[in-house]
């Protein structure tokens, strides 16, 4: 279901009709939950910032955060459950990610740690 994702959803022509994988398009997480809305991400040193619009849905503590970190040169990672989604924000430490020479893509996805149920991750932008 990933290489399909990947070449049906993602994969686009750049220059000299090079294909690459268009990261804004690409899904982390997959399923039938309501993705986060206004999603922001920044970077103060090691220390990664996200914040987000808590929809009605998500009140309850049983929501959690995921995020994916993605660099393309380079190594991925994903954090899982590191925060409620009705906190409307958090903060977490990556150690060396300022240092790093390529630019790291940050996906978010809620998890329904009830019924283990994901929602599309949605793609907050590059650190």
């Given at each position: 279901m990933a290489q399909r994702h990947i070449f049906k959803e993602t994969l686009e022509l750049g220059e000299d009709n090079k294909p690459f994988v268009n990261p804004e398009k690409?899904?982390?997480f997959s399923g039938p939950l309501t993705p986060l809305a206004n999603c922001q991400v920044s970077l103060d040193g090691d220390?990664?910032?996200l914040s987000w619009t808590v929809g009605d849905e998500y009140r309850s503590s049983r929501y959690?955060?995921?995020v994916g970190l993605i660099d393309?040169?380079?190594e991925s990672r994903l954090e899982i459950s590191i925060a409620?989604?009705?906190q409307g924000s958090c903060s977490f430490e990556v150690e060396g990610i300022s240092k790093?020479?390529?630019d790291c893509h940050v996906y978010v996805g809620v998890w329904d740690t009830l019924k283990d149920d994901f929602s599309n991750s949605i793609y907050c932008g590059v650190i």
């Open positions: 690409l899904l982390l220390r990664i910032d959690k955060i995921n393309i040169e380079g409620n989604v009705n790093k020479a390529f």
